[in-house]
């Protein structure tokens, strides 16, 4: 998969590729550390390079030397190659044809599971949203997507049913996709809405959940989670939860021999109205729950950050590091919203032993989720150097480079909730009241409702995204308008300071919103 996709890089800048040398050319060499390829061990001598040895999983090397004319790339293993050329891909910096920058790196990444959990609710992405996301996570070194929509209705209401087979086509291409950029594509399901957990009916509902497991196996998925989330009844019992869990870690799970370790999302998966007390359901998963099982939880409350205090509190409790769900960017709350601010809110100093995963919840708009996705990645894959600010002007350059400033004109006016989450927005502008302001605050104030108007015809015109475009553009109209009655607003201050009360009024009631 690393050959191929830097066959492809170099494909894609109009560079030939010779599967023998030829005098003159540049030579790439790539490998993982246990492989025995002269080759790779000779030039990497040849450069003074050490190797992905001392590295964990998922770690690489990577020298472009410009004196030698050579490129090197050693995987801790096969997914620290792909990542090796994935790295490569940034260090060109030419915008037509390729000039990669020299450079040596060594590389590996601070959290083992990194990815997300399509978990929301609402419309459910698409089938091409999900390949375009799981593309991505390739491009960025996540490597896990977890399978969820709540409103699938074989996912949750009709969970004990088979997927139609032209669902299960589409999910063995999302499947194969997934292998093919190193993500473990997770299937999640949520029975706890009306499982029977004694008796035949139990029986009966314990072989259904087997048989699903059973059909994804067969189509290569290695990873399954089961959700007890946003339910009531009988289904909440964390005792009965345990047991089922217990034995399909030992009948599926560990029987297979080749499965992840199992992923649970519990009844209580946040602090907000979890019994913090010995008796309380995440005590009894500590007490009863096999150590393998993975347990998620959101936080103090559903959308919250991610600290020390929290993750301390859940670890005592369950008896290991949780798997956090961070329920950001999603605005299945608060559908009028579109997020598209910095990733922030993430404590720099935790490590595995606090956190053994960590998944984001996105927006149903998949596109416009990116820009976030492109801040989980860089957090999880370091941690302790993440820089929100700094992570997101790159990502709006990665993102829309070719209309970068109307992007980031949009973006930094799209950030809060207003309602929950609540997160900082228009930071750069300042406001001010007519009673008491200057001409230069006017002056910049107006200069940027001028941007607000021009933004949505610039993204109109340049973006090359155009999913992404398809997505904003609701936003984008209600943006505009924006701009053109913060502009008449201005015009309105004016007005009223000549004293004319009645064209004031008059323009006061024009400008109102619809």
Known sequence: DAVADLKDFLSE????VNETSVEGDTTFVLGESDDEIAALDSAKEALGMSGADSLGEEGYVLKVDAASDTVVIEGKDGDGTFYGVQTLRQLDTAEDGMQLAEAEVSDEPTMATRGTI???YGNPWTHEDRLSQIEFYGDYKMNTYIYAPKDDPYHREQWREPYPQSEMDRMQELIDTANENKVDFVFALSPGIDIQFGGEAGEADY???????????????RSFAIFFDDISGDGTDPERQTELLNRLDADFVRAKGDVAPLVVCPTD???????????GSLAIYGRTLDPSVRVFWTGDVVCSDLTPETLAWVDSRIGRPAFYWWNYPVTDYARHILMQGPVYGLDTTLTTDDLCGFVSNPMEHGEASKLALYGVADYTWNTAAYNPIDNWERGLAELVPEAREAYRTFAIHSCDTETGYRRDESWETETFRIADYTPGQAAALREEFG???????????RCANRELLAELRPWLAEFRKLGERGLRTLDLIACYETGDDAAFWSGYVRNRMS
């Open 13 to 16: 800048n109009g560079i030939q």
């Open 451 to 461: 941007r607000v108007v021009a933004a949505p015809g610039v993204l109109e015109e």
């Open 118 to 120: 399509e978990g929301f």
């Open 207 to 221: 072989q259904a959940l087997v048989n699903k497991c059973q059909s994804l196996y067969d189509m290569g998925v």
């Open 269 to 279: 998966y946040s602090r907000l109205w979890a019994n913090p007390t010995p008796q």
